[in-house]
């Protein structure tokens, strides 16, 4: 027997029996982050986190950007001109919009049509929509925040942290409706973990 073969023996397992051990840990390490940056990949956007920055288009081509409006408590709305319950829904927008107005508060209606920006601006002047209105043509934006359909809002503090999300439409006259924005004018952000459902908090 050759003296690497006595070397081996040794040692408990031969060279090519570790090589393949460690073959498999790499691999069991590799499936373990990509399967944790999957599950990141398609967490949606929840009460509690920090809602993504961003920048789009308003509807003379001028790009905005979320953070523009840090300090102010922002109704980010995700929303699209084919949608009947976003149609429904834009008036008590607009009505809530003039209510506050001269506060720190701000409306940005994210538009998710495909259609040119044309399409969006004639449903603003036809609604007399005033507030902010931005175009997400590409579904880009709708994509990261991982929306389930329109219409979707997400009412964010003035530290840029989502305080409550909002799946479909809503009354925005209703007084319950509106107790997070009021509450966020009136007492200013919370800790972001207050924000969060009971069952996700720590």
Not at 69 to 80: E, M, Q, S, T
Not at 131 to 160: A, C, M, W
Request: hydrophobic share 40%; proline share 8%; with cysteine.
């Amino acid at each position: 027997m050759s003296l690497d073969r006595e070397v081996e023996k040794e040692k408990g397992l031969p060279t090519p029996v570790l090589a393949g051990v460690a073959v498999v840990i790499i691999i069991a390490v590799i499936a373990a982050f990509v399967f944790t940056g999957q599950q990141k990949k398609f967490e949606p956007m929840v009460a509690g986190a920090e809602a993504l920055e961003f920048t789009l288009p308003d509807l003379e081509g001028e790009p905005v950007n979320l953070s523009d409006f840090r300090g102010k408590v922002v109704f980010l709305n995700f929303w699209a001109t084919w949608c009947k319950p976003c149609e429904d829904e834009m008036p008590s927008m607009q009505a809530l919009y003039e209510d506050l107005s001269g506060q720190p508060f701000e409306i940005v209606a994210v538009s998710v049509d495909g259609e040119p920006p044309q399409v969006v601006r004639d449903f603003v002047t036809e609604y007399g929509i005033t507030f902010t209105v931005l175009h997400d043509q590409t579904g880009r934006l709708k994509e990261s925040y991982k929306t389930t359909g329109v219409p979707e809002t997400f009412i964010i503090d003035q530290n840029g942290v989502v305080a409550e999300k909002v799946w479909g439409p809503r009354d925005w006259n209703s007084p319950d409706a509106i107790s997070t924005i009021k509450n966020l004018l009136a007492e200013g952000p919370k800790d972001p973990e207050s924000y969060k459902p009971a069952h996700m908090r720590k």
